[in-house]
């Protein structure tokens, strides 16, 4: 492990003067375990992202007709208004059930390798997919959704000019690429990504003794590239395994993808951009405050416990993952017509 | 009642030819019955609307946390992406609880003499108190909406730019007030309104005609002034009492708010700018198809049966009203703290 710049001693009596030497060897490690977000909308996988795909994904992210019950929309878990997650510890779904795991944030989730807390999505259209057709949280079916969008002309002629040269363009499909292409746009551009482009105003001193920290501590090990996380797979407790509050037994995590032994409660690094809007934390969402959630990490992922003043510039640090939401007009939907399936609340049994 | 212009024998050889004078007469007629959106938000009682205000009043219409679940917001119910109203017969609310009545549009709702489908808010400032706290909505108290407030000092600025000259302005009072100065920039302009300002080519012919039989019918006497109703309380069944899956037997409308042998039955005339946007239609939701709709009124309230072309035109002249909705961005709101009180969805006893 390299030895920290910025704790050294040092670095205490220097921080009134100049500290661009030390910025840059400080950037010159980070750069190697973090990468900015970029400027434009990254390729995505047979997915073309054109203006006419992400304004028909926007309108499909809001529309709550796309649930059974036309009460929820991709929107509503995924609240771009309150950093793209909902604000609870599970999400409240179809006839008030629970759904199992915490609501990640949509934002940047297009850097991510793969989507859900234990990645059982290769793609954002992979996993738009899901919440669609899951029992407790959408309830909605692909059929019942085909027929809701051919019966209203105008998303007819929105997935036409977003899928042209296509005979049906009104697929389950397309209706998962167009949201991928939407999600695609919803990048936040943070005061970190200035200061590891160059900016060396854009982090205090104490964010960027935060940042030191955290790769001294060995947090980036696992929570590193674009999305701080979001690109590769640990048991939750590694070290140490927390409390049954923290890492219920009945959620085995990937296990329950790969039915493999070792894959016991090992879940997706979560993505740490904008992690300050997002409480509560971990896939359990039992844990409300920050800081309480970075000590749960040292000592269950690092066998480490954390110094307070550590822990506080951790978070500190993790403050400047908190960016710049894309500007989003509210979308006007088409209005249904008599074709239009009604929406039900009703629960199906299993 | 007066003779019908545009049914007159000669309407029909004119099409073809200038229709000037024959516009003039028409918009004499409606300008005694209707009245254009203005161009300007409304002056409120008591309320001041500021840009301050009205931002807040955004972010509070738009802000989930509003309700104890952390699942529905104003916009839930009366969602500016689809008409301002949820398109359901009757909403969804807290616990999965169906509410009584059908969610009226907020859209132009200012220009309501009062609100709530029996009139029982003077204004929108009392509404918004309403869903807030009833059970079967939002479920929250206004302690714990205060709380929630105060929580996040992103809001308490908000409020205190809001209320300037105030000690303690998070109050739910100045919650309410900065609602209804939102929603009173929820004007839409509609090609209507185009027509009664003097632009004769807004409406077409058969648009023309269904105002005509519009107002020949009788229909004006009800759903007149700026918004097509809103402003008057009507027996649904003034002459012929639907059948009960149209008017339930067990809601009495504003004989629960008079309690007043003559208000059984009684509803305020719907207001019916942007109507083809907000089906189903009347109090109990139960009507999806606007035909229909316009159809039941006519035998219920007029003893009249409308010819089927004369339906078709009165439709054609309704979708004039269907307006131009203002550019919302939707907002960002401040996160939640230590303090905020967590969400709950769970349902207590009344």
């Given at each position: ?7 050294s001693s040092s670095f205490i009596a220097l921080l009134g003067a100049p500290a661009f030497a030390q910025d840059d060897e400080l950037r010159s490690y980070a750069a190697d375990m973090f990468k900015p977000v970029p400027a434009t909308v990254p390729a ?30 991709c929107n509503s878990c995924h609240n771009l208004a309150t950093g793209g997650d909902d604000n609870m510890p599970t999400s409240i779904g179809h006839g008030w059930q629970q759904g199992p795991r915490n609501s990640p944030t949509v934002l940047n989730s ?241």
């Amino acid at each position: 492990m390299r030895k920290s710049i910025l704790l050294s001693s040092s670095f205490i009596a220097l921080l009134g003067a100049p500290a661009f030497a030390q910025d840059d060897e400080l950037r010159s490690y980070a750069a190697d375990m973090f990468k900015p977000v970029p400027a434009t909308v990254p390729a995505l996988n047979d997915n073309i992202v054109t203006p006419e795909k992400v304004d028909l994904g926007k309108a499909l992210f809001f529309d709550p007709r796309m649930s059974a019950s036309g009460v929820f929309s991709c929107n509503s878990c995924h609240n771009l208004a309150t950093g793209g997650d909902d604000n609870m510890p599970t999400s409240i779904g179809h006839g008030w059930q629970q759904g199992p795991r915490n609501s990640p944030t949509v934002l940047n989730s297009v850097f991510n390798d793969a989507q859900f807390w234990d990645g059982r999505a290769a793609d954002l259209a992979e996993q738009a997919k899901g919440p669609v057709q899951a029992g407790v949280e959408m309830a909605n079916t692909p059929d019942n959704l085909l027929a809701t969008l051919n019966s209203m002309p105008q998303y007819v002629d929105w997935f036409n000019a977003a899928f042209p040269d296509t005979d049906d363009p009104v697929t389950f499909d397309n209706f998962a690429k167009a949201i991928e292409a939407y999600e695609a746009t919803l990048i936040t551009p943070a005061p970190f990504d200035a200061w590891l482009n160059g900016d060396d105003g854009a982090l205090t001193a104490e964010e960027k003794r935060g940042l030191d920290v955290f790769m001294e501590a060995g947090c980036a090990s696992c929570h590193g590239g674009v999305n701080f996380g979001g690109n590769g797979y640990y048991p939750f407790g590694l070290v140490e395994r927390p409390g049954a509050d923290v890492l219920p037994e009945n959620d085995k995590g990937r296990y329950q993808v790969t039915e493999t032994a070792s894959d016991q409660y090992v879940f997706r690094a979560a993505p740490l951009r904008n992690i300050a809007l997002t409480a509560p934390y971990f896939h359990s969402g039992v844990v409300w405050d920050l800081e309480t959630a970075v000590e749960i990490m040292a000592t269950s992922q690092l066998g480490t416990d954390l110094a307070a003043q550590e822990t506080k510039s951790i978070v500190a640090f993790l403050n400047t993952l908190t960016g710049e939401i894309p500007e989003v007009v509210y979308p006007v939907l088409p209005p249904e017509t008599a074709d239009t399936p009604r929406p039900t609340g009703e629960v199906l049994p299993n």
